[in-house]
């Protein structure tokens, strides 16, 4: 499993370099649990993106009910790209960490934007 660096973008904007996903999964550090996921599927063939769920519920408050909480699954089809957010409910709170696995590498980058 590879680790990826978060870009941290500046007020006057920065480049995100995507690099190639790793077979075996990618991890990242998302302490602020607000971090963006950018994935790019360059290959011939539609993709999945799991995103590893660190918690099975989340407790409900004065805003939202209760909620179970599952792998976040994201399709990204052939020659398509995507950006997804990953909050609180897939980070490992011990470690500030998230884990993501790709059904396909093929041609597939990867990068994470974390805002301030």
């Known amino acids: 499993m590879a680790t990826l660096t978060p870009v ?3 007020a006057a904007g920065s480049a995100l370099a995507l690099v190639a996903a790793a077979g075996g999964g990618d991890q ?4 602020r649990s607000n971090s963006l996921l950018h994935v790019a599927n360059g290959g011939g063939a539609p993709i999945n993106v799991t995103i590893t769920a660190k ?3 989340r407790p409900g408050d004065q805003n939202f009910p209760p909620q179970t909480v599952a792998d976040l699954v994201v399709a990204v089809a052939a020659g398509a790209t995507k950006v997804i957010p ?3 409910a897939y980070t490992d709170q011990t ?3 998230v884990s993501v696995g790709y059904s ?13």
């Open 95 to 97: 470690t500030g960490m």
């Open 28 to 31: 990242f550090l998302n302490p």
């Open 104 to 116: 396909g590498v093929t041609s597939v980058t990867v990068g994470v934007v974390q805002p301030e």
């Open 55 to 57: 918690a099975t519920s």
């Open 86 to 88: 990953v909050g609180k």
């Open 8 to 10: 941290i973008p500046a």
